[in-house]
């Protein structure tokens, strides 16, 4: 009688810590709403502009909407030039953003480019920045920046 007690605590007390692991996972699975995730494109934009000049940014332009060569901001920092595409998505970027901050970086001439955006980044699209040297700013990122 005593072992049969003793399995069913231990039955019992596993159930427990698998549910407790599971509940765990999905939480830490589920992302806060961030206010950029509401946003409409343009408006975008310029929050981003302005946070990049919150965090020391110089010359930070947003460039005209349309014929902007895949780049929406135009900044400086620490001498460094930077031609910087901004995505406000509700699922993860692709390879087209980096290939837009890649003929831009070029077009404005910017030692940098760089696709800032409120998700993640593809698989594909971080392949392609490693190859094209482009820098990829996540919502990892842009959670950092609204912090400080």
Not at 3 to 29: E, F, N, P
Not at 82 to 110: L, N, T
Request: hydrophobic share 45%; proline share 1%; charged share 25%.
């Amino acid at each position: 009688m005593q072992d049969k007690t003793i399995a069913i605590i231990i039955i019992c007390l596993s159930v427990v810590i698998i549910l407790t692991v599971i509940w765990l996972m999905r939480k830490k699975g589920r992302r806060r709403p961030l206010i950029v995730d509401e946003m409409e494109g343009h408006d975008f934009e310029y929050y981003c502009a302005d946070l990049l000049k919150e965090r020391g940014f110089l010359d930070v332009e947003v460039t005209k909407g349309s014929g902007d060569f895949g780049v929406d901001i135009l900044a400086e920092k620490d001498g460094v030039t930077y031609a910087i595409q901004c995505k406000c998505y509700s699922s993860p970027v692709g390879v087209a953003a980096v290939q837009e901050a890649y003929a831009g970086r070029d077009y404005y001439d910017r030692m940098v480019g760089a696709v800032l955006t409120n998700q993640y980044f593809t698989a594909a699209a971080v392949e392609a920045a490693q190859k094209l040297k482009i820098l990829l700013w996540d919502r990892g990122y842009m959670e950092e920046l609204m912090r400080e």
